[in-house]
């Protein structure tokens, strides 16, 4: 079956860095969209970060645009998400996704396949 398992998670200080990484398996790796999302205490799952099946395109949540960076190794059916300057509304539970849909999609509907997700907390 797939696994999507997410790790890299932490406690940091406001203005550091984190690296997220997800292993997948039970998949065509090479084949589905890629996809970082975060759910806040309280609030909605929200997109962050997708990168298409080639890795050659990348989409970002205008809240981390600059700060955040996705990427992937298809060789390795991993996908990593890089966060520089981090602060404390980035404080979250991240999960990794996995979808099909034609369009490297931000919506949550577009993944069939999601992981457990990782603690992210940042201090201030």
């Known amino acids: 079956q797939v696994q999507l398992v997410e790790s890299g998670g932490g406690l940091v200080q406001a203005g550091g860095s984190l690296r997220l990484s997800c292993a997948a398996s039970g998949l065509t790796f090479s084949t589905y969209n890629m996809a970082w999302f975060r759910q806040a205490p309280g609030k909605e799952r929200e997109f962050v970060a997708v990168?298409?099946?080639?890795?050659?395109?990348?989409y970002y949540s205008d809240s981390v645009k600059g700060r955040f960076t996705i990427s992937r190794d298809n060789a390795k059916n991993m996908v990593y998400l890089q966060m520089n300057s981090l602060k404390p509304e980035d404080t979250a539970v991240y999960y990794c996704a996995a979808g099909r849909a034609m369009v490297a999609s931000q919506r949550r509907d577009d993944y069939e396949h999601w992981g457990q997700g990782t603690q992210v907390t940042v201090s201030s």
């Open positions: 990168i298409r099946r080639s890795g050659g395109s990348t």
